[in-house]
């Protein structure tokens, strides 16, 4: 369990809900409330959402399955993106940034009532606004935290410098950014600094969306279909990659999935990872990686062998 506030106790493993309404593909709200229903069962206790997944569907969502149980997680949900109708070349919405006070405000109080709850657990400024000085959002989450309809801060991928610039105008409580074996950019800067200042790292993509095995079968509509690292010649230069993860995986008799998670777990004490995941028998694997334990060997030939100069392919469609 993480501490993220006196108050509120996490485990490691949270929820990712956002496949549960865009980006992954067709998805099923009633098969997706059963995922929540399990994952409280199995002691994950942190949902993490946000009101662009399906432009509040998402929160609609759990906010219907927070009626329906007495077992209530912890909610975090974020503001910040804009979503506009123009199509980009990827076929994915265009976007913008908006961490105004009053952007922030509205926006919280919008998810409050698509979630149905009083106050939000975690509330996250989902990506920095490049023309709002970071201090005036900070500002503005800290405000609802005094009002007592937020209870936790948090940022989600900014960078070193603007975190630590609003760290210092209210503490953060955790800063959510993509981490993986494939994506490692926030070892330079950004976890130190977390770990330094008792700030929880939050890390979304944790399998790096779904890279455990060589072969996927993708549908039509999932976002993924337009990501460089997601190409048949990208996943076979990676083999020897998935090859790795693999071997360790029959050494253990576990999946590819939680040998990725377990070295995120015992590479960083205060870190908590949030797989998103429709179906139950990936949520069971992704928990019980908790009491995968791979030895130091282990944990330092992957940490080498998935160094970023030996990974073929971008993470995200580099823009022309």
């Not at 709200?29 to 959402?49: I, P, R, Y």
């Not at 997680?73 to 105004?100: M, W």
């Amino acid at each position: 369990m993480i501490n993220i506030t006196p108050e509120i106790a996490i485990n490691r493993i949270g929820l990712g809900c956002m496949g549960m309404s865009e980006f992954y593909g067709a998805s099923n709200d009633q098969d997706s409330l059963k995922v929540m229903a399990k994952a409280v069962e199995l002691g994950v206790n942190c949902f993490d959402t946000a009101d662009l997944y399906g432009d509040g569907h998402n929160e609609q969502l759990i906010g219907r399955f927070l009626k329906q149980t007495h077992v209530k997680p912890a909610i975090a949900t974020k503001c910040g993106i804009v979503r506009h109708q123009e199509l980009l070349p990827d076929g994915n919405f265009k976007r913008s940034y908006n961490g105004s006070s009053d952007y922030i405000t509205a926006s919280c109080e919008a998810s409050l009532k698509r979630l149905g709850v009083e106050s939000l657990d975690l509330f996250y400024l989902h990506r920095p606004d490049p023309n709002t000085p970071i201090e005036e959002s900070v500002e503005a989450l800290a405000r609802l935290k005094a009002q007592g309809k937020v209870k936790a801060i948090g940022l989600s991928e900014v960078s070193a410098e603007d975190l630590k610039r609003a760290h210092q105008t209210h503490p953060i409580n955790c800063l959510q950014s993509e981490y993986s074996l494939w994506s490692r950019e926030v070892e330079t800067e950004i976890l130190p600094y977390c770990e330094s200042n008792d700030i929880t790292f939050v890390a979304f993509s944790p399998l790096g969306r779904g890279l455990t095995k060589p072969t996927i079968q993708l549908d039509e509509d999932d976002f993924r279909n337009n990501i460089p690292r997601f190409s048949e010649q990208n996943m076979a230069s990676n083999k020897p990659l998935f090859d790795l993860i693999e071997k360790i995986a029959k050494i253990h008799s576990a999946t590819g999935a939680q040998v990725c998670l377990a070295w995120l777990l015992q590479s960083h004490a205060n870190l908590m990872v949030i797989p998103g995941t429709r179906h139950i028998s990936y949520l069971e694997q992704n928990v019980a990686s908790q009491s995968l334990q791979l030895t130091e060997e282990e944990l330092k030939l992957l940490s080498v062998t998935f160094s970023p100069k030996q990974i073929q392919g971008e993470k995200y469609l580099v823009a022309s």
